[in-house]
């Protein structure tokens, strides 16, 4: 067996390779120089446990398809032909035939798996004769290290002759998909996704990913909780998780079908008179035109700023629709939505909890130093409030006051500086598409 081992650039160069740890690249090579002339390791572990590496680093190559593993325990560098091209009379054939004989060679030289059990055809290394080597059949002789040093030469040479064909095309893997789109892939999660692929697939693992990059949620615990779904429902296959997705959306579309419209009322202060006239008298009218919930909220406000002798504010929402979620008002659909992807964000553990419509104090109430009521005591002012839409905690221990807001106020901006000042940030969150953005005030 030789003593001298290569690695193609190709191979050790690629974004793929230099993505991983370095503890797991660390790893690749020294099981690479510890191979067999066919590729093969029968003590992977004890290897990874020599040289400090953790179990994660081993399947993390095996995953990453760096490595093929056989049910017998042992591995085989799958570019191995790729790397290593040796002459015959130092090739020394694998103990491990039975598992040898389960591979075959790509057309850009690796190892794979063959299901037809075939023999895969060994590349040719025999150095070829030319006018200045007369000899096809010659045998090693003196020093053996110095043969060794010139057939590394010539197999560089080759290599890099051969750079652009010998080019991996490596399909991508829920491993790969995690470390491009969520970031860097730490040892516990990267067992976590090696267990998923190991339940489900690939193709399942990164369509999980897929759609919590939809709901803006970067983190493994809500892909978790997506396939934790499906496996509760027996959605195994693509095809299943599809026919649960279409009906889950079908059972959406009728609830929202079937929800019992509300209907207009005429505010108790109008006359009988008024009544019959604006809302029985002309069918024809209320049939072009339906008071909206917004309207409606302006009239009872109206209606306590004349009868209460003070002047309030008309609330206007600017074209929000109030919407009815888990028996709870929303002012509008925006905040009803940030509502569900909460609720997604507990279920996948990255929010411990949250609270809605916390009062905030901006300024505490006093007595009014001039004013007097009809008693002669002091006019009480009440204290200004700030309601936050939502008072976060996260996994994390942190906490965040956000606002699902559309159209900003003066009055809004007015308190959002007051509440800056007194209690830290306020963020506010607003959905892009299928992402939501959120910004510090």
């Known amino acids: 067996m030789a003593n001298r081992r290569m690695f193609a650039k190709t191979i050790i160069d690629s974004d793929v390779f230099l993505d991983m740890p370095l503890s797991t690249q660390a790893l690749y090579f020294h099981l690479s120089?510890?191979?067999?002339?066919?590729?093969?390791?029968?003590?992977?572990?004890?290897?990874?446990?020599?040289?400090?590496?953790?179990?994660?680093?081993?399947?993390?190559?095996?995953?990453?398809?760096?490595?093929?593993?056989?049910?017998?325990?042992?591995?085989?560098?799958?570019?191995?032909?790729?790397?290593?091209?040796?002459?015959?009379?130092?090739?020394?054939?694998?103990?491990?035939?039975?598992?040898?004989?389960?591979?075959?060679?790509?057309?850009?030289?690796?190892?794979?798996?063959?299901?037809?059990?075939?023999?895969?055809?060994?590349?040719?290394?025999?150095?070829?004769?030319?006018?200045?080597?007369?000899?096809?059949?010659?045998?090693?002789?003196?020093?053996?290290?110095?043969t060794q040093v010139s057939i590394g030469k010539v197999s560089i040479g080759k290599d890099s002759k051969d750079k652009d064909s010998q080019e991996e095309n490596v399909v991508i893997g829920a491993i790969d998909f995690y470390q491009q789109n969520f970031g860097i892939l730490n040892p516990y999660t990267s067992q976590q996704i090696v267990d998923a692929i190991e339940t489900f697939n690939d193709d399942i693992v990164i369509k999980a990913m897929q759609i919590a990059l939809d709901n803006n949620a970067?983190?493994?615990?809500?892909?978790?909780?997506?396939?934790?779904?499906?496996?509760?429902?027996?959605?195994?296959?693509?095809?299943?998780?599809?026919?649960?997705?279409?009906?889950?959306?079908?059972?959406?579309?009728?609830?929202?079908?079937?929800?019992?419209?509300?209907e207009s009322v005429a505010p108790k202060w109008l006359s009988s008179d008024q009544r019959q006239k604006k809302y029985q008298g002309d069918v024809e009218a209320n049939a072009q035109k339906e008071m909206t919930d917004d309207e409606l909220a302006a009239i009872e406000e109206l209606k306590k700023s004349v009868l209460g002798g003070e002047k309030v504010a008309i609330r206007n929402k600017y074209g929000a629709k109030k919407v009815i979620v888990d028996d709870i008002k929303f002012d509008s659909k925006a905040e009803a939505a940030y509502y569900r992807h909460l609720n997604m964000l507990v279920k996948a553990g990255e929010v411990i909890k949250f609270e809605m419509q916390v009062p905030f104090i901006l300024q505490e109430g006093f007595s009014h130093p001039t004013k007097r009521n009809k008693s002669g005591t002091p006019k009480k002012i009440p204290a200004m409030k700030y309601v936050a839409d939502f008072l976060v905690r996260y996994a994390d221990g942190t906490e965040k006051v956000i606002d699902v807001k559309g159209m900003q106020t003066q009055v809004f901006r007015m308190k959002a500086r007051m509440f800056v000042k007194r209690y830290g940030p306020l963020y506010l969150v607003k959905r892009d598409g299928g992402y939501w953005e959120m910004e510090e005030f």
Not at 83 to 104: A, G, I, M, V, W
Request: with cysteine.
């Open 33 to 146: 120089m510890r191979a067999d002339d066919d590729g093969f390791i029968n003590n992977p572990k004890k290897i990874s446990r020599m040289i400090g590496c953790a179990e994660d680093d081993l399947k993390l190559l095996i995953a990453k398809k760096f490595l093929l593993h056989f049910e017998s325990g042992v591995v085989v560098i799958k570019h191995w032909l790729i790397h290593n091209q040796l002459r015959k009379d130092r090739y020394t054939p694998t103990n491990y035939q039975d598992e040898f004989k389960q591979l075959e060679k790509k057309e850009n030289g690796s190892y794979r798996k063959s299901e037809e059990n075939s023999v895969p055809t060994r590349i040719d290394v025999t150095p070829k004769p030319n006018a200045n080597q007369l000899a096809t059949a010659w045998q090693p002789r003196g020093n053996q290290m110095e």
């Open 218 to 262: 970067r983190n493994y615990n809500y892909v978790r909780a997506i396939l934790k779904k499906w496996l509760e429902n027996n959605a195994t296959t693509i095809e299943d998780i599809d026919a649960l997705e279409l009906e889950h959306k079908n059972k959406q579309a009728k609830k929202s079908y079937n929800k019992p419209q509300k």
